[in-house]
């Protein structure tokens, strides 16, 4: 019984100890991009909730202006203007940094350059409802470039329930 213990004692504390391990990483990785990346994010998210397709356009790195359809852009921010006009939006959250090469990090590839990739969210108001912003921002020798981003909201899903 008392080897159980002890065993389940060592799982518990090695467990406790990865878990606060990748919480103070994560932690580490925020303070490291937050000082660039919310400011720049606290511009951005009024720009893009303008649903004016030609400023968003200039706010989207070349990269990925390159490989984005124009309609396919124009039906997108369509979609995006059901929002109504930006009430408010919350601090952007650190969510994740990734250099991995996955199908859709492949895009962000500068010839055989990867870039850092960071994983933001926000949550706003809009007038006709609330949304989930999501951006991906490549790090470029100290500088940020929109790559790519989402708006999830029951009122984009209303509009296309048939």
Excluded at 14 to 33: D, M, N, P, R
Excluded at 92 to 102: A, C, I, L, Q, Y
Excluded at 137 to 152: C, G, H, R
Aim: some cysteine; glycine content about 6%.
């Amino acid at each position: 019984m008392k080897k159980l213990l002890l065993f389940l004692g060592i799982i518990a504390t090695a467990a406790a100890l990865c878990f606060f391990g990748i919480k103070y990483y994560k932690t580490y990785q925020a303070e490291k991009y937050d000082v660039i990346a919310i400011p720049y994010m606290e511009t951005l998210i009024p720009k893009i909730s303008t649903w004016q397709g030609e400023v968003i356009w200039e706010n989207l790195a070349f990269r990925a202006r390159k490989q984005l359809d124009p309609e396919r852009f124009s039906a997108i921010i369509a979609e995006f203007s059901k929002l109504g006009e930006l009430k408010s939006f919350s601090t952007p959250k650190f969510e994740v940094v990734s250099r991995g090469m996955t199908e859709k990090e492949d895009m962000y590839r500068d010839e055989d350059d990867l870039k850092t990739i960071l994983t933001y969210t926000s949550d706003a108001v809009y007038e006709h409802g609330d949304a989930k912003i999501t951006f991906m921002l490549a790090v470029k020798e100290e500088q940020l470039e929109l790559y790519y981003f989402t708006i999830m909201s029951n009122v984009l899903l209303q509009g296309s329930g048939g």
